[in-house]
């Protein structure tokens, strides 16, 4: 098994980025990375109520030279604490040339990180585990349906603010959204209710899923009409609204209504994509 590649200058800030979001939003260490020559991919799942969030990179733009080989149809899959990977590629920001490499010493594996600067070379080395490509498929995305409501979001710094502010007066966010453009955030208890309303986001209708045949009466009139409820931790909406950054070209919030909440991000010049999974509580 082997696997070299040298990081190319564009794609090192877009790595150490997404590297830096995964380690905000999951409350786990462990991170599970699947290689092949066509994609690098990372994913963050738990079997508790947290979120579970995945990233799809390409090879090609990530690397300007790559070596993955394998008897298992040149697929590779280990895991790796994600805390140790992100300050791993920290330590590479000022680097003219950063190389990722698998090796194994006394019996351990590692991701080795080289990062080369004009004084001294730096080598970092990430304990992994090496997982067979029977345990790694227990790591792909789930499968749920398509969303019957999904919106573009604007920055989301101003949503986040607000999510921040809305968590520390109720533990469940009702997060409701439209085909209509809209979208509100709302808390509420015994005593009060407070709920925010934000209107003319784009909708896109080629994403979300179609009555059937027999439903339909006006197309126009049911794509407007459609809307999705979710109810949420506020914590698990505050950590994925800080998926943004200048990796980020666009966030996409979808909803499949009181079953799943899931925010996907696009990621600039087709690096690839990032998207959180979001645990929705039944609402009473």
Known sequence: ????????????????EVSQFMHRVSSSDTCFVMLNEERM??????SGEDMQTFVHLSVAKLFADVVVESRADNNIAFALGIANFSRALQSGKDASGVMLRLLKRDGRSFLS????????????NIPIEVVSMATAENYREPNIPPPTVALEMPPLRAFRTITDRLKTMQKYLLIQAGMDGTLRLRVQSDTFVLQTLHTNLRCRPDLVERPSSDDIVDDEASDDNAASSVRVDARHASKMLSVDGNAVLSVLCCLIDQQALVIHAILV????????????????
């Open 1 to 16: 098994m082997r696997f070299r590649g040298q990081l190319t200058a564009a794609s090192f800030p877009i790595l150490m």
């Open 113 to 124: 990180l080289r990062a080369r600067t004009v004084d001294l070379d730096i080598i970092q």
């Open 269 to 284: 010049d087709q690096f690839g994509s990032f998207t959180c999974y979001v645990p929705v509580v039944a609402m009473h």
């Open 41 to 46: 991919s990372f994913a963050m799942k738990t």
